[in-house]
């Protein structure tokens, strides 16, 4: 991604509705985003009309917009409507489907410092799950094992995955709601 040097300048004008901030900003962070939630959704169309209903809500609440985390906002509002999309229509895509090469636009992403600090509360809301719930979790979610293979790798009922993920994901969403921008 081209460093966007005037991205303060370009919010505020945002803000006081300029539409060629807008389309500025479109310009700079459309593909970048259609690939991050790309990543998530696996269905590149899908991915467009996710970002295109982001630019249309970052349209509408422009004066709320602020240029120090305006970087952060973005990737994070399209991540979460890209969990939300998911959600929606019940389409999950396994870590082992996600493309491997993703445009470099995309991995510049993925080396900011949103992206670390996002990881690291990620990190942090595993490590606070008691010890045989993030065991589970992690070998569901990172592993990609199936809840049987999991219960047969520890030797327990797929009922117990299916209740230890079920408090991993409600700790983790109890934990990120602080951290995650509605």
Same mark, same amino acid.
């Given at each position: ?11 505020? &004008? ?22 991050? $939630? ?5 269905? &590149?169309?899908?991915?467009?009309? %996710? %970002?295109? #209903? ?17 970087? $952060? ?8 409507? $890209? ?9 999950? %895509? ?16 993925? #080396? ?6 996002? #990881? ?19 070998? $569901? ?16 009922? %797929? ?24």
């Amino acid at each position: 991604m081209k460093p966007f040097y005037l991205k303060k300048e370009v919010v505020l &004008k945002l803000n006081k509705g300029d539409e060629s901030a807008l389309k500025a900003i479109f310009d700079e962070y459309f593909e970048p985003l259609v690939q991050y $939630s790309y990543a998530y959704i696996g269905d &590149k169309e899908a991915a467009k009309d %996710v %970002v295109q #209903q982001f630019y249309i809500s970052l349209w509408k609440n422009r004066e709320n917009l602020s240029p120090d985390t305006f970087e $952060s906002y973005l990737f994070i509002s399209v991540r979460n409507r $890209s969990v939300n999309y998911l959600r929606d229509t019940k389409k999950w %895509v396994r870590m082992d489907q996600v493309p491997q090469e993703m445009s470099s636009d995309a991995e510049e992403f993925h #080396q900011t410092e949103a992206h670390k600090i996002i #990881q690291s509360y990620v990190q942090s809301g595993i490590a606070r799950l008691p010890k045989k719930c993030k065991r589970i979790f992690l070998l $569901s979610k990172a592993d990609g094992l199936t809840y049987a293979e999991v219960a047969d790798e520890l030797d327990i009922s %797929v009922k117990t995955v299916e209740r230890q993920m079920g408090i991993a994901l409600k700790k983790l969403r109890t934990y990120m709601s602080d951290y995650l921008i509605p």
